[in-house]
């Protein structure tokens, strides 16, 4: 495994156990069984380390979750898709790591609030949109309202 590949892997485990602010640079060095240098040598600090894993975290769960919708046959299997799909990745995640990014590292937070606002919202949209279209849901209904609110 590549060395960034494996401390992103290592460091969002032991996130996702403990917490983000909880967990050191000396915990993931250790849990991996390398120097700190090695992480500082891809990672210029804590911050950095957590911004390029959500990212890769958000990246995913949105592939993860177009596949799923492509999958689908209708608007309607692409809804309850979308939606199952979208309840699994924010069920994984522990509440500690939600609250330790809002406090702790807003760029991270904003990354993730971003990626609900943009992909997942306008996903949402657009599905309605489709349903309004393919005469599932009422022609008067404001897509772009009901997805905000779902």
Same mark, same amino acid.
């Given at each position: 495994?590549?060395?960034?590949?494996?401390?992103?892997?290592?460091? %969002?485990?032991?996130?996702?156990? #403990?917490?983000?602010?909880?967990? =050191?640079?000396?915990?993931?060095? *250790? &849990?991996?069984?390398? #120097?700190?240098? =090695?992480?500082?040598?891809?990672? =210029?600090?804590? &911050?950095? +380390?957590? &911004?390029?894993?959500?990212?890769?975290?958000?990246? %995913?769960?949105?592939?993860?979750? *177009?596949?799923?919708? #492509?999958? #689908?046959?209708?608007?309607? %299997? %692409?809804?309850? =898709?979308?939606?199952?799909?979208?309840?699994?990745? $924010? @069920?994984?995640? &522990?509440?500690?790591?939600?609250?330790?990014?809002?406090?702790?590292?807003?760029?991270?937070?904003? *990354?993730?609030?971003? $990626?609900?606002?943009? $992909?997942?919202? @306008?996903?949402?949209?657009?599905?309605?949109?489709?349903?309004?279209?393919?005469?599932?849901?009422?022609?008067?209904?404001?897509?772009?309202? +009901?997805?905000?609110?779902?």
């Amino acid at each position: 495994m590549v060395a960034v590949e494996r401390i992103l892997k290592g460091s %969002e485990e032991l996130f996702l156990q #403990s917490g983000i602010r909880s967990v =050191t640079m000396d915990d993931i060095a *250790r &849990n991996l069984g390398v #120097s700190k240098k =090695t992480i500082y040598h891809y990672f =210029t600090d804590k &911050n950095e +380390l957590i &911004n390029v894993l959500v990212d890769k975290r958000l990246k %995913e769960d949105c592939d993860q979750l *177009r596949a799923l919708i #492509s999958s #689908s046959e209708n608007m309607i %299997e %692409e809804l309850v =898709t979308m939606t199952k799909g979208a309840e699994d990745v $924010f @069920s994984r995640i &522990n509440p500690i790591v939600v609250h330790d990014l809002q406090k702790y590292y807003p760029d991270a937070w904003m *990354r993730f609030q971003t $990626f609900k606002a943009e $992909f997942l919202i @306008s996903t949402l949209e657009k599905l309605l949109f489709k349903g309004i279209q393919q005469g599932y849901i009422r022609p008067e209904a404001d897509a772009k309202i +009901l997805a905000i609110l779902h």
